[in-house]
């Protein structure tokens, strides 16, 4: 385990490192994941091993510190993400990321152009979410204020989300998880969308087969995004079927574009 102070109250962001070949890859979990739980059988996997791996908690989340008093909007997440790996030493990354830790590599790309080579995006928030709290991910945990979520809710969605994302979403810092939610589901300005179609780089969007296209399908294929359906799983595509995502991020990773 590696870290890197990344506020100017030295909060750390810690990542987990293997070893291997440039370019290094960067993996960022999802909203209330933690990047070594959910990518490390993928980052080991024979059809992506060999190259070196930063699995890495964004802060407030998993091993990382989960201060307070930060504001936790993406483009926040961004910028810590970057100090990270500018500590980490890497020229530049093929960034992989997942649901909300997809559109904080598209934010990252946006601000910090000259540090990712390459994007592939797996089943990750591009549009703004209306919040509501009966449903489950960022909409359910943005339909609360921040003092209703610290005073009972978190209560509320640990038992709504089921054992296995509470067993990683416990980890994070209450505060953290709420703001990161409210900022998903808000969505930057421009959008993740808008920001991802003005990107200058080779772009990859992975989703479930079962769920069909993903919204502005179109739109993402004529701006140059590779949409890539994946079988035999949902939105925890890694997980679901370890085998058909490392086949797919194989390909996006070698693709010229």
């Known amino acids: 385990m590696r870290h890197a102070p990344v506020t100017p109250n030295g909060d750390l962001i810690r990542w987990v490192e293997l070893p291997g070949a440039e370019p290094a890859r960067l993996y960022l979990h999802g909203l209330g994941a933690t990047s070594p739980v959910?990518?490390?059988?993928?980052?080991?996997?024979p059809l992506l091993a060999g190259h070196r791996s930063l699995l890495l908690d964004l802060l407030g989340f998993?091993?990382?510190?989960?201060?307070?008093?930060?504001?936790?909007?993406?483009?926040?997440?961004?910028?810590?993400?970057?100090?990270?790996?500018?500590?980490?030493?890497?020229?530049?990354?093929?960034?992989?990321?997942?649901?909300?830790?997809?559109?904080?590599?598209i934010v990252l790309a946006h601000r910090h152009p000259g540090l990712v080579s390459r994007l592939l995006l797996v089943d990750a928030n591009l549009d703004r979410i209306d919040p509501d709290p009966r449903r489950p991910g960022s909409s359910g945990l943005a339909g609360y204020?921040?003092?209703?979520?610290?005073?009972g809710g978190r209560e509320e969605v640990a038992e709504r989300v089921g054992a296995f994302w509470?067993?990683?979403?416990?980890?994070?810092?209450?505060?953290?998880?709420?703001?990161s939610a409210c900022h998903l589901a808000r969505a930057t300005v421009p959008t993740m969308r808008e920001l991802l179609l003005g990107l200058d780089l080779p772009r990859t969007f992975l989703h479930p087969a079962a769920d069909g296209e993903p919204a502005g399908a179109e739109g993402l294929r004529a701006a140059g995004v590779r949409v890539v359906a994946v079988p035999d799983c949902g939105h925890n595509i890694m997980l679901?079927?370890?085998?058909?995502?490392?086949?797919?991020?194989?390909?996006?990773?070698?693709?010229?574009?």
Not at 67 to 87: I, K, N, R, S
Not at 145 to 151: K, P
Not at 166 to 179: C, D, Q, V
């Open 240 to 257: 679901d079927n370890p085998d058909g995502f490392a086949a797919a991020a194989a390909e996006a990773l070698r693709s010229a574009s």
């Open 38 to 45: 959910y990518f490390a059988a993928a980052a080991a996997h």
């Open 62 to 105: 998993g091993i990382s510190d989960r201060p307070t008093d930060f504001g936790y909007t993406l483009e926040e997440h961004a910028d810590a993400v970057a100090a990270a790996v500018e500590a980490a030493g890497p020229r530049r990354v093929e960034v992989v990321g997942h649901s909300m830790g997809g559109a904080v590599a």
């Open 166 to 179: 509470w067993a990683t979403m416990r980890l994070a810092g209450p505060e953290a998880l709420h703001r």
């Open 145 to 151: 204020t921040e003092a209703e979520f610290l005073a």
